[in-house]
């Protein structure tokens, strides 16, 4: 089923209010971190100046207000995901709406959890110095970045980490679409959470069923799900 | 509705290079972990349990040599190699065709070629970026022509569970016909160093839910399944379908299970309710069963929670080890042979009941009628997962 560029709804293209027809999937909110700045729904919120991939995700964690010391313990790829959800979730109520057995997780990304395989890997690297530790050792499976978001959300349902090259939006759409189908979930966290060394890049998004949202909510802003308008979410320079 | 059945399957590990012959070995009571020396895979000895090197060795050659003679040996990863053997056993017994746009290959696993991670090991005729997973789906899939390029699910130790859970929906879904499921991972210091730093293995070969168990012991392997919605080209004659599955998370800690088994607990009762079957329809359970304490504890508490206690169920971890994220699919392949043979297989390693909560681990093989089997899995990150296979 392909679709057009006018059933993307949301910001600029908010005028065109096509009303999604019964039972489709929307994207509610949406956010992304990249390039040293952080966007929510589009709008720009936050742009640092820091030199490395820490002092950013420090900046952007006390600018924030963020109060969570075990974030100081994760590793980069966690505490990407960590913020990405604080961004989309601080000071909402869009979990509260769902049990937490009915909220998914499904993300995506490149390079696993390669940075701390290989810290993991140097630490074995000498017979004289062999310091294999399980506060790394935890971190070389990139699941743990959903388990960090599910903690501290009390998410409970449906989690999978998917390995592609790029951002895949149909393999998205095609899975959490038959999860919502299935009533495996009633709400998902969805999206793109890649960081391997200097390079990062998150992009994260609540994925809702449309009759639950006209429950709880106006329809002002949303995006109907579909690969053609997560690729355009996911490329817009602007967003 | 579309039903999806499970068809021809693989196994490789120390017990062997096909399902056949693990069920083989496993009537026989041969157990495949014995005593590593200390050496290349960590400095002390440790159990594990490996695939043979040279009979992997043999038979990648022979097969290469059969099929593509113009590729080198040295071109390919020791996970590649046992990832494509696995594939072309499945592919030679069912009559799914890889290369059809409509099937899809589905990959489980933790860390692929782990063995690359080193980056220090010369291999000059294998690129570098093939220690990414998405790489290492990529050059499995071009290798047997396949027309779409396979997913990559990586979710600790339920990776094998989920890729059969994912394939089945996706085929449910009519996004595809056919999945080929495979995972695996295979053994390097990596793996052995990080559980040792853990506490997680035992000096001696697990003891799945037994009192006197003290922790996991690693295996290496590869596992494959074939998923259709035709039975005509699953390659077994007896209809079993995916009949239910679910996958939950603790919320509750990144390395530890929620002792309570809650979330365990949901993903089995949705897996059945899915089915449409009572815990008493259920005729057997392949269980994680790692061996560890807390592990094995959480898993008898969400079996008794979901009222089967009775159910005869056994851990295939006792014979070959965890084999990370061939475990789901290795271990789904010998519960469909129990479904297949109508026959239950001794839990290896137990003895003595040693959780809190009372269930029935198989002390023998037996002979019995099954039709419904649960499977199960969980692993770090607080990750649960259940199937349920039913024959009809």
């Known amino acids: 089923m392909m679709s057009t560029k006018a059933e993307l709804i949301c910001g600029a293209l908010r005028d065109f209010n ?39 995700f420090r900046s952007v964690y006390g600018y924030y207000n963020i109060d969570y010391p075990k974030f100081f313990k994760m590793d980069n790829l966690c505490k990407l995901a960590f913020l990405s959800a604080e961004i989309l979730l601080q000071d909402t109520d869009f979990l509260q709406k769902y049990p937490g057995e009915q909220i998914g997780i499904i993300l995506e990304n490149a390079s696993s959890s390669l940075e701390y395989d290989r810290k993991h890997q140097e630490s074995i690297r000498d017979r004289n110095q062999y310091f294999p530790s399980p506060s790394v050792f935890v971190y070389t499976i990139p699941n743990i970045m959903v388990a960090e978001i599910a903690i501290r959300h009390k998410v409970k349902g449906e989690n999978t980490v998917f390995i592609s090259e790029q951002f895949d939006p149909e393999l998205i759409y095609h899975y959490v679409s038959e999860l919502f189908r299935n009533q495996r979930v009633s709400c998902c966290l969805s999206g793109w959470i890649e960081c391997y060394g200097d390079h990062y890049q998150s992009f994260l998004f609540i994925i809702e069923q449309e009759d639950k949202i006209k429950r709880f909510k106006g329809l002002q802003e949303y995006v109907i ?14 967003i | 509705m579309v039903d999806v059945f499970v068809g021809a399957s693989n196994a490789i590990t120390s017990l062997g290079f096909s399902t056949a012959r693990h069920v083989e070995q496993i009537k026989a009571n041969q157990i495949g972990i014995s005593i ?40 390919f990863t020791r996970s590649e190699m046992l990832h494509i053997l696995s594939i072309a056993d499945v592919l030679k017994s069912s009559g799914v ?29 294998i690129e570098p970026e093939r220690v990414y997973l998405w790489k290492w789906g990529e050059f499995l899939g071009s290798f047997f022509n396949a027309s779409n390029k396979p997913f990559v699910v990586s979710n600790a130790c339920i990776s094998g569970a989920l890729a059969i859970l994912i394939g089945s929906r996706l085929i449910k879904a009519g996004r595809y016909d056919h999945v080929i499921a495979a995972g695996g991972d295979i053994l390097t210091e990596f793996a052995v160093s990080g559980f040792q730093s853990f506490q997680s293995l035992s000096p ?126 290795i271990e789904s392949a010998l519960a469909i042979a129990s479904m297949r043979n109508n026959e239950l297989y001794r839990s290896a390693g137990f003895e003595n009941p040693g959780t809190s909560q009372p269930i029935n681990i198989l002390t023998d093989h037996a002979v019995k009628e099954v039709n419904h089997c649960l499977k199960t899995a969980s692993g770090f990150g607080g990750c649960n997962a259940a199937i349920v296979f039913k024959k009809i």
Not at chain 2, 58 to 66: P, S, T
Not at chain 2, 97 to 114: E, P
């Open chain 1, 18 to 56: 096509i009303l999604p027809s019964k039972m489709d999937l929307l994207i509610t909110r949406y956010m992304k971190l990249q390039d040293h700045r952080v966007s929510l729904n589009g709008n720009v919120e936050y742009t640092s100046e820091a030199e490395s991939v820490d002092a950013l």
């Open chain 1, 225 to 238: 799900l579909n690969t053609l308008n997560m690729e355009e979410l996911y490329k817009g320079k602007s």
């Open chain 2, 36 to 75: 590593y020396p200390g050496g290349d895979l960590y400095p002390t000895p440790v159990p594990l349990s490996l695939v043979d090197n040279r009979q992997l060795l043999d038979l990648f050659r022979e097969y290469l040599y059969k099929t593509k003679p113009d590729l080198q040996l040295d071109s």
């Open chain 2, 97 to 125: 065709d890889i290369i059809d746009s409509r099937t899809l290959i589905i990959l489980s696993t933790l860390k692929g070629n782990m063995d690359l991670i080193e980056g220090n090991k010369r291999l000059p005729a």
């Open chain 2, 204 to 329: 001696k070969p697990c003891k799945p839910f037994d009192t006197a168990r003290d922790g996991l012991s690693l295996g290496e392997g590869c596992g494959t399944i074939v998923l259709s919605r035709d039975h005509s080209l699953c390659g077994i004659p007896e209809k079993i379908i995916v009949a239910g599955g679910c996958c939950t998370n603790d919320a509750h800690h990144i390395s530890g299970p929620l002792r309570t088994g809650e979330s365990f607990y949901v993903a089995i009762r949705t897996a059945l309710r899915e089915a449409s079957l009572d815990p008493l329809d259920i005729d057997y359970i392949s269980a994680h069963g790692t061996g560890t304490d807390y592990y094995d504890e959480t898993e008898a508490k969400a079996l008794s929670w979901a009222g089967l206690e009775r159910v005869p169920l056994n851990s295939f971890k006792g014979y070959f080890g965890h084999t990370l994220g061939a475990a789901g699919l």
